[in-house]
């Protein structure tokens, strides 16, 4: 039974004081003693003068009461319990001493240990029997009946002063800490006992999420005995990714291969991304649909306009599924970010159109040759000039000029001229076709005379040019200008004109320009 030890008499003037444990207050202020169950004596209620503490043991080892002097003996009664009655020594005949009670005509014959000096403790007072109360949190309902509480109530009672400390329990099983002293004892012991009770509570708590945590790791100990682990490192800019808007994509990849997914390190460079489930291939495809990288993709010399000409990256991103993929015109390569098997994937298309490349540069020759052959069949179908443009051209590239080898191209423009002529005149150059650098055939064209010169154009526009004109009134002078154009072109021989002149020409001229 929980209860600070006291001693009682049973009136205010006997001499003997019964050992009992104050336990409660009654509701008219007395104190609720009970005693040891030997006694037979059942809970009592005394009034506070009745009631006093036990001396605190002597220190003195080596006293030992003189003869005449007042002590209090251990006396043993049949159904009581422990008592001191007070008495005189009478006389010493060591070991025992003989003591004289009052109202008795023989003296009793005790041993040293069963005598101790007359107690100076006071009786109680009315205002030492305050009580107060204080709730114990739910979750420490258990730990409330522990041995560790009674330490912790120990420690409060004798640092506060309080009589007594102890746990009860009320109506509906609520768990309280009963106090009792005086009003300021009884302040201070609340103060320090809910200093307890919190840190307690958060004890427990920790120790509650403890329990639970190594009840999973065990149950996943047992389920995961024979799982498979897959363990990969990516850039931490993908674990946004990985794991989507509010976990929504790791959450269902976790559902849909039935693994557990966990990432570390997300604040380095290298995130760590583990996978583990209950079979190889549930774990294998969950990587595939989490692992992100960035891939380059080496395209071999002479080969990265052609492919540029052939490869739409904005299609090859959409078809693959990538995140990004892009030129990187400083090392020559395809820059590539996405899925781990999209990038592969992306990849083997590239690789494929490689394959190809021998394909179109052999188609190409045969295209120059038969363009070669028409020329030599028919010199005066094509026009041949020195000049240098830009545009869109004919051939086996399926675009513009750009990345397709030099040779022979298709292109319409309009330019200015400077040419010799016996009369000076500015006028705009027509429209007309140009080749690239190289021969150029223009099977469309219906006219009769070819001019020589260099010419240079670039997208469409029109141009002014300054010329002398010596065999028509029409002059008819190709000029600088921009246009379409296929690239450089040789002039026709020095026979198809008998007028010489430089100049940037884009189109149609029937005259020499300069």
Same mark, same amino acid.
């Given at each position: 039974?929980?209860? #600070?030890?006291?001693?009682?008499?049973?009136?205010?003037?006997?001499?003997?004081?019964?050992?009992?444990?104050?336990?409660?207050?009654?509701?008219?202020?007395?104190?609720?003693?009970?005693?040891?169950?030997?006694?037979?004596?059942? #809970?009592?209620?005394?009034?506070?003068?009745?009631?006093?503490? +036990?001396?605190?043991?002597?220190?003195?080892?080596?006293?030992?009461?003189?003869?005449?002097?007042?002590?209090?003996?251990?006396?043993?009664?049949?159904?009581?319990?422990?008592?001191?009655?007070?008495?005189?020594?009478?006389?010493?005949?060591?070991?025992?001493?003989?003591?004289?009670?009052?109202? &008795?005509?023989?003296?009793?014959?005790?041993?040293?240990?069963?005598?101790?000096?007359?107690?100076?403790?006071?009786?109680?007072?009315?205002?030492?029997?305050?009580?107060?109360?204080?709730?114990?949190?739910?979750?420490?309902? %258990?730990?409330?009946?522990?041995?560790?509480?009674?330490?912790?109530?120990? &420690?409060? &009672?004798?640092?506060?002063?309080?009589?007594?400390?102890?746990?009860?329990?009320?109506?509906?099983?609520?768990?309280?800490?009963?106090?009792?002293?005086?009003?300021?004892?009884?302040?201070? @012991?609340?103060?320090?006992?809910?200093?307890?009770?919190?840190?307690?509570?958060?004890?427990? &708590?920790?120790?509650?999420?403890?329990?639970?945590?190594?009840?999973?790791?065990?149950?996943?100990?047992?389920? !995961?005995?024979?799982?498979?682990?897959?363990?990969?490192?990516?850039?931490?800019?993908?674990?946004?990714?990985?794991?989507?808007?509010?976990?929504?994509?790791?959450?269902?990849?976790?559902?849909?291969?039935?693994?557990?997914?966990?990432?570390?390190?997300?604040?380095?460079?290298?995130?760590?991304?583990?996978?583990?489930?209950?079979?190889?291939?549930?774990?294998?495809?969950?990587?595939?649909?989490?692992?992100?990288?960035?891939?380059?993709?080496?395209?071999?010399?002479?080969?990265?306009?052609?492919?540029? #000409?052939?490869?739409?990256?904005?299609?090859?991103?959409?078809?693959?599924?990538? !995140?990004?993929?892009?030129?990187?015109?400083?090392?020559?390569?395809?820059?590539?970010?996405?899925?781990?098997?999209?990038?592969?994937? @992306?990849?083997?298309?590239?690789?494929?159109?490689?394959?190809?490349?021998?394909?179109?540069?052999?188609?190409?020759?045969?295209?120059?040759?038969?363009?070669?052959?028409?020329?030599?069949?028919?010199?005066?179908?094509?026009?041949?000039?020195?000049?240098?443009?830009?545009?869109?051209?004919?051939?086996?590239?399926?675009?513009? $000029?750009? /990345?397709?080898?030099? /040779?022979?191209?298709?292109?319409?423009?309009?330019?200015? /001229?400077?040419? %010799?002529?016996?009369?000076? /005149?500015?006028?705009?150059?027509?429209?007309?076709?140009?080749?690239?650098?190289?021969?150029?055939?223009?099977?469309?064209?219906?006219?009769?005379? $070819? @001019?020589?010169?260099?010419?240079?154009?670039?997208?469409?526009?029109?141009?002014?040019?300054?010329?002398?004109? @010596?065999?028509?009134?029409?002059?008819?002078?190709?000029?600088?200008?921009?246009?379409?154009?296929?690239?450089?072109?040789?002039?026709? +021989?020095?026979?198809?004109? $008998?007028?010489?002149?430089?100049?940037?020409?884009?189109?149609?001229?029937?005259?020499?320009?300069?």
């Amino acid at each position: 039974m929980d209860g #600070t030890p006291v001693e009682i008499r049973e009136s205010a003037d006997s001499t003997v004081w019964y050992e009992g444990l104050l336990v409660n207050v009654a509701g008219d202020g007395k104190a609720s003693v009970a005693f040891s169950p030997v006694s037979e004596w059942p #809970t009592t209620d005394y009034a506070p003068d009745c009631v006093r503490l +036990p001396p605190p043991p002597s220190t003195d080892k080596e006293w030992v009461p003189r003869v005449g002097e007042p002590v209090e003996a251990d006396v043993a009664e049949i159904n009581t319990p422990p008592a001191w009655r007070s008495g005189v020594v009478a006389e010493h005949r060591l070991p025992f001493i003989y003591i004289q009670f009052p109202g &008795q005509a023989k003296t009793s014959i005790l041993e040293k240990h069963n005598i101790r000096p007359v107690s100076t403790q006071p009786p109680l007072t009315q205002g030492m029997l305050s009580t107060a109360r204080v709730d114990v949190e739910p979750g420490l309902s %258990e730990w409330a009946q522990t041995d560790d509480v009674r330490g912790c109530l120990s &420690q409060v &009672q004798t640092q506060s002063g309080v009589l007594l400390a102890k746990v009860i329990v009320v109506r509906g099983g609520r768990v309280k800490v009963l106090l009792i002293g005086s009003a300021m004892e009884n302040k201070r @012991a609340k103060l320090l006992l809910e200093l307890h009770l919190s840190h307690q509570l958060k004890m427990q &708590q920790f120790y509650d999420r403890r329990d639970k945590r190594l009840k999973v790791i065990e149950a996943r100990r047992a389920k !995961y005995e024979n799982a498979s682990v897959e363990e990969f490192h990516t850039d931490a800019r993908f674990v946004g990714m990985i794991i989507g808007k509010g976990g929504a994509n790791i959450q269902a990849v976790q559902e849909k291969f039935e693994v557990e997914i966990s990432v570390t390190n997300a604040s380095e460079a290298q995130a760590k991304v583990r996978i583990v489930g209950g079979t190889k291939e549930s774990v294998v495809a969950a990587r595939q649909n989490l692992e992100y990288v960035t891939d380059q993709f080496s395209v071999p010399p002479g080969m990265q306009n052609w492919l540029d #000409t052939i490869v739409n990256l904005d299609d090859l991103r959409r078809n693959a599924d990538l !995140y990004s993929c892009y030129w990187s015109d400083e090392n020559d390569v395809v820059e590539m970010q996405g899925l781990a098997r999209n990038v592969r994937d @992306a990849k083997v298309m590239l690789e494929t159109h490689l394959q190809y490349a021998e394909v179109y540069v052999e188609m190409e020759r045969d295209e120059d040759s038969i363009r070669q052959q028409l020329r030599e069949l028919d010199p005066s179908s094509y026009y041949r000039g020195k000049g240098k443009g830009k545009g869109k051209s004919g051939g086996m590239w399926g675009g513009g $000029d750009k /990345g397709r080898p030099k /040779g022979e191209g298709w292109s319409k423009g309009k330019g200015y /001229g400077k040419g %010799e002529d016996d009369d000076k /005149g500015k006028g705009k150059g027509g429209k007309g076709s140009k080749g690239g650098k190289g021969m150029d055939i223009d099977l469309d064209s219906s006219s009769d005379e $070819d @001019a020589k010169g260099k010419g240079k154009g670039k997208g469409k526009s029109k141009g002014k040019g300054k010329g002398k004109d @010596a065999d028509s009134d029409e002059n008819e002078d190709g000029g600088k200008g921009k246009g379409k154009s296929g690239g450089k072109g040789k002039g026709p +021989p020095p026979d198809a004109s $008998d007028e010489k002149g430089k100049g940037k020409e884009g189109g149609k001229s029937r005259k020499k320009g300069k």
